[in-house]
């Protein structure tokens, strides 16, 4: 017989396993409390069950457990992970030191079909959607990660590699396991799932009223432009994209946030602060003003510090809330996909 992973099993399915056994079905909670509560990855570890039914379990079912591969500290304390898949593919996760807790960005899916220009990830192409227990293990380690250094993880980011909203019924289980009291027992409002902008899923999220923080990578208020730099624009057209976010923020009554890398040349004019200014007015919205890392190799240019203020200052004489994210780990492959595309080549 084929195993299973555990990790995908339903609780009906394992209750039913465990009673065909001979075992009290009880015992499906304590294993699910093992595995979405404490984080365990093996069945050795859980100790309330005896030799006999860790065998019988380790015979039916398997863990696809994530294995630390290249990690990489930058002097802020910036930490990247690259993780390797029971199939040996990479996805990686960065834990980002805050005054006095941590960030962690997790991954959704390797590789990315959406492709956008700036992004590392988007060059290695699609390869799979990670299950709900791989996105859920980058925050068990990250957890673990900060408590070794003395802290904790505050908040989680779904900004790493792939679009989560594309992996939706894997990313939502992860998130129902993190914030689940019978879990991690961590507030939704301390999540944040970042998307290109998939007008039909946000209403989906919308629908299933969703309490975690909603981010759209914007980029780009032109047309244009956005296209130039995501594909996925012209798909979903940045009229569609208000349309799902209209209809998310009047049933969730939660404010998005745009994400906005700020590209010298080539998004950072007055006229596109203008632009983004306008496409605002429709619905509440934060702006997240990113500043571009310097890629070797790449077309994309930080933008300078009096161009990013003069870009900074025209939204805000317009009454929109903006917020800088300054750069982290800026001495390592910080962006999104660098390092797992530098193992997949062998580098
Ligand atoms: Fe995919 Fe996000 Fe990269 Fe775009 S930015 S290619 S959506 S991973």
């Not at 465990?18 to 304590?30: D, M, N, V």
């Not at 799902?244 to 906005?260: A, I």
């Not at 200014?277 to 429709?282: F, I, L």
Request: charged share 25%; hydrophobic share 35%; proline share 3%.
């Amino acid at each position: 017989m084929e195993k299973k992973n555990i990790r995908n099993t339903p609780p009906e399915e394992l209750t039913e396993f465990l009673c065909s056994h001979g075992e009290k079905a009880f015992r499906a909670k304590q294993i699910y409390q093992w595995i979405w509560q404490k984080g365990v990855h093996s069945f050795d570890e859980m100790s309330n069950l005896s030799k006999g039914v860790r065998e019988q379990l380790a015979a039916a079912f398997y863990f696809d457990n994530l294995r630390a591969g290249r990690i990489q500290t930058a002097t802020d304390g910036t930490t990247k992970t690259a993780w390797e898949l029971h199939d040996g593919q990479f996805v990686e996760s960065v834990l980002i030191p805050g005054k006095d807790k941590y960030t962690v960005c997790v991954s959704s899916q390797v590789g990315c079909q959406l492709g956008c220009r700036f992004c590392a990830t988007g060059t290695l192409g699609f390869k799979r959607n990670l299950s709900a227990g791989e996105i859920f293990d980058q925050v068990v380690f990250a957890q673990k990660a900060a408590e070794e250094r003395g802290s904790t993880l505050s908040n989680i980011v779904f900004m790493g590699m792939g679009e989560p909203l594309l992996n939706y019924t894997n990313v939502l289980t992860a998130i129902k396991h993190i914030t689940d009291e019978n879990g991690l027992a961590m507030s939704p409002y301390r999540i944040t799932v970042s998307t290109a902008g998939i007008p039909e899923k946000i209403r989906q999220l919308a629908d299933d009223e969703v309490r975690f923080n909603l981010a759209v990578s914007l980029h780009a208020a032109k047309p244009d432009t956005r296209s130039r730099l995501m594909p996925v624009n012209q798909a979903y057209p940045l009229d569609q994209l208000a349309e799902s976010l209209k209809y998310f923020v009047e049933k969730t009554g939660t404010r998005p946030t745009f994400e906005y890398l700020l590209l010298n040349g080539i998004n950072d004019s007055t006229e596109d602060a203008r632009t983004l200014a306008t496409y605002c007015k429709q619905f509440p919205v934060k702006i997240n003003i990113i500043e571009y890392n310097n890629v070797e190799g790449s077309a994309f240019k930080h933008t300078p510090d009096k161009q990013r203020d003069a870009f900074i200052h025209f939204l805000e004489s317009r009454n929109m809330i903006v917020n800088v994210r300054r750069s982290k780990g800026k001495d390592i492959d910080a962006a999104c996909g660098q390092l797992a595309n530098k193992l997949k080549k062998g580098e």
